[in-house]
Structure formats: structure tokens, C-alpha cells
């Protein structure tokens, strides 16, 4: 399995002959680039042209983070996984009102069942659980438009975030979810896992056929690809929370492992380190899958997902998102 390699130290990356090399200061590591699949820079890190082609020619992902350990941007090699037929079929289904709705009530469809899924093993949130189930019985068979589907899952995902109170510990209370900027270490750990997400969705979405920039929940805009946006949305709750629970309530993560910039609250370099680990090992982690019947990671269910849109897009088989069973 092609891993991700996370670089949170600052150094460079170059190339000497057939070898790819992290240097930090006089120390110098080699990276098994055959067995690389994404790059995620959190440093300061320098890198040449001739670190970058030779990067590009193993179809590696260079993913850039700012000093807040924030999505700043990526660096896609050339795509060698093309079809314009695919493409022409994916913005027909954008271009579709109806067919763009479905979509995009199934990316909410299977964000709520996650959502849901957590709180089930969770009494202290029993009630939070009902007011969401509630909540979606009644909305979602009255939904006309995009912004209606948005603004149900929007209220959702509030009882959702309300109900973490309930069971993580009080260094870690959230009264309400701040993105711009996260001003305390809950809404930071949020920001991070959710940024982490929509990273490794992208380089998913970059290994098949499908146009990022081309959505249905979100809208298509010039400065994101927001393809990446609507797939992420099944994964947060199913990834990003799981981690943020298990990292918070088995105290990996203290209010230590945390830094203040004026309003800013982040994660400093040891506490990235931390949550780092712990969301690759959930990336890895495997499942039996029911119909394929073989061993199956996260990160290939993230991949399965853009591979049923595709088959969708091209009229094999009806697109339906992953509800995980396990």
C-alpha cells in the first residue's frame, strides 16, 4: 500500500541522481518515493524544479500547509488518469438541477448517517441523537433546492457539534463551531482533521478520471475544488471525529499540545505530531468489504467513492454512498 508522508520539520527536499531527500541541516533522510503516494508539507520547506519533476514522475501529490497547519494549497503532477467523455457526463449531471440535487442529497444523506452512527455509541448524547434523527424526518423529503439541502445539514451538523459537550473532556468544551479562526482547541482540532480530509480526498479524486473542480452540494468556484469538498463530507464525521474523540478521550491530546496566536488557536508541532499518527493508522485501518469481499482501508473507501461516481456519471450503476456497516 502507497503511504502519505508527512513532513512537520523544516528543511528541503531535493534530488540527488535516483533519490529523493529530506535534509535538516547536515542530517539527511531518503524518501522510499515507489511506495510514496502523497506528500504533506507543515514546515518550511524548500524544494527546486528538479525535486518537482522527479516527484511528477511518480504522480506524487504535494500538499502545503501555513503556520496554523491549515490547507494553503497542492501541487498536481500531470494527470495521466484522463477522460473527457467523464468529464463531459459529470458537468451534465452538474448542469441538471435534478440530477444535482440527487447527488448532493446523498453526500448529506450519508454525512447524517455518520454523524448518527457516532452519538449511537454514546449515551450521555442520546438525546442530541433524537433531536438530529428528528430533525432529518422532518426536512429531508421537503427539499427543493441546493440551499435548503445545505441549510438542513447546517442545522444538523449544530445539534451535532452541541452534543460533544456531552462527552469529551471539559479542557475541550466548544459552545459553538468557529472556522475563521478556530479560537479554541475543539474548533482548532476540527479545522485541522477537516483540512487533513479534504487533502487526501483531493489526491483520491486526483488517481481517477473525475474533475475536482466540478460539485454538486458545493458550488463549483475558481479557488477550491470543491469536488473534494462534497466527498469529504461523508468522511468527516466517519475519519476526522473518530480520531478527535479517541485522541481526546484517551487524553493523547492535552490542552499543552496546543498554541494561542491573538484569536487563533492551533495545534503547536508536537500535537500535530500526535494527531498525524493517529489519523494515518485510521487511514489504514481495514474492513471486510460486503460485496467486494477482500480487505478494504478508509482511505480505499474514499477512492470507492469516486469510482461509484464515475459509474454513475457514465449510466452503469446508480450512485449510492457509503453508510458504513461495521
Given at each position: 500500500m502507497q503511504k502519505s508522508l508527512y513532513i512537520t520539520s523544516n528543511g528541503r527536499l531535493r534530488r540527488h541522481e535516483n533519490t529523493l531527500y529530506f535534509e535538516m541541516g547536515a542530517e539527511k533522510k531518503a524518501i522510499d518515493i515507489e511506495n510514496v503516494e502523497q506528500i504533506h508539507i507543515f514546515g518550511e520547506v524548500d524544494l527546486n524544479t528538479k525535486a518537482l519533476n522527479y516527484i511528477s514522475q511518480y504522480g506524487i501529490v504535494l500538499h502545503f500547509y501555513n503556520y496554523y497547519?491549515?490547507?494553503?494549497?497542492?501541487?498536481?503532477?500531470?494527470?495521466?488518469?484522463?477522460?473527457?467523455?467523464?468529464?463531459?457526463?459529470?458537468?451534465?449531471?452538474?448542469?441538471?438541477?435534478e440530477k444535482r440535487l440527487f447527488l448532493a442529497y446523498c453526500f448529506v444523506e450519508s454525512a447524517v448517517y455518520h454523524m448518527m452512527r457516532n452519538l449511537r455509541e454514546r449515551k450521555e448524547a442520546e438525546a442530541y441523537l433524537i433531536a438530529i434523527e428528528d430533525e432529518w424526518e422532518k426536512g429531508r423529503f421537503n427539499i427543493s433546492s441546493i440551499s435548503e439541502l445545505m441549510g438542513l445539514e447546517g442545522r444538523i451538523r449544530n445539534i451535532y457539534y452541541q452534543s460533544f459537550n456531552q462527552f469529551l473532556p471539559e479542557d475541550f468544551s466548544m459552545e459553538k463551531r468557529e472556522k475563521r479562526p478556530p479560537t479554541n482547541p475543539i474548533n482548532a482540532l476540527i479545522s485541522f482533521g477537516n483540512s487533513l480530509i479534504y487533502s487526501h480526498t483531493l489526491s483520491q479524486i486526483y488517481q481517477t478520471q473525475l474533475d475536482p473542480s466540478i460539485s454538486f452540494l458545493h458550488e463549483p468556484s475558481e479557488k477550491r475544488f470543491s469536488l473534494s469538498l462534497d466527498i469529504s463530507e461523508i468522511f468527516k464525521p466517519?475519519?476526522?471525529?473518530?480520531?478527535?474523540?479517541?485522541?481526546?478521550?484517551?487524553?493523547?491530546?492535552?490542552?499543552?499540545?496546543?498554541?494561542?496566536?491573538?484569536?487563533?488557536?492551533?495545534?503547536?508541532q508536537e500535537g500535530k505530531k500526535i494527531f498525524l499518527k493517529e489519523f494515518q493508522s485510521k487511514l489504514e485501518t481495514t474492513v471486510r468489504h460486503r460485496q467486494l469481499n477482500r480487505n478494504v482501508s478508509y482511505k480505499g473507501f474514499i477512492r470507492l467513492e469516486c469510482y461509484k461516481l464515475i459509474k454513475h456519471f457514465i449510466g452503469d450503476q446508480v450512485y449510492s454512498p457509503l453508510k458504513a456497516w461495521w
Open positions: 497547519g491549515f490547507y494553503a494549497g497542492s501541487f498536481l503532477p500531470r494527470k495521466k488518469n484522463v477522460s473527457g467523455d467523464v468529464v463531459v457526463r459529470q458537468a451534465l449531471h452538474y448542469l441538471d438541477r466517519l475519519i476526522v471525529d473518530t480520531v478527535i474523540f479517541k485522541l481526546l478521550n484517551n487524553h493523547q491530546l492535552e490542552l499543552e499540545h496546543f498554541d494561542e496566536d491573538l484569536n487563533y488557536c492551533y495545534l503547536n
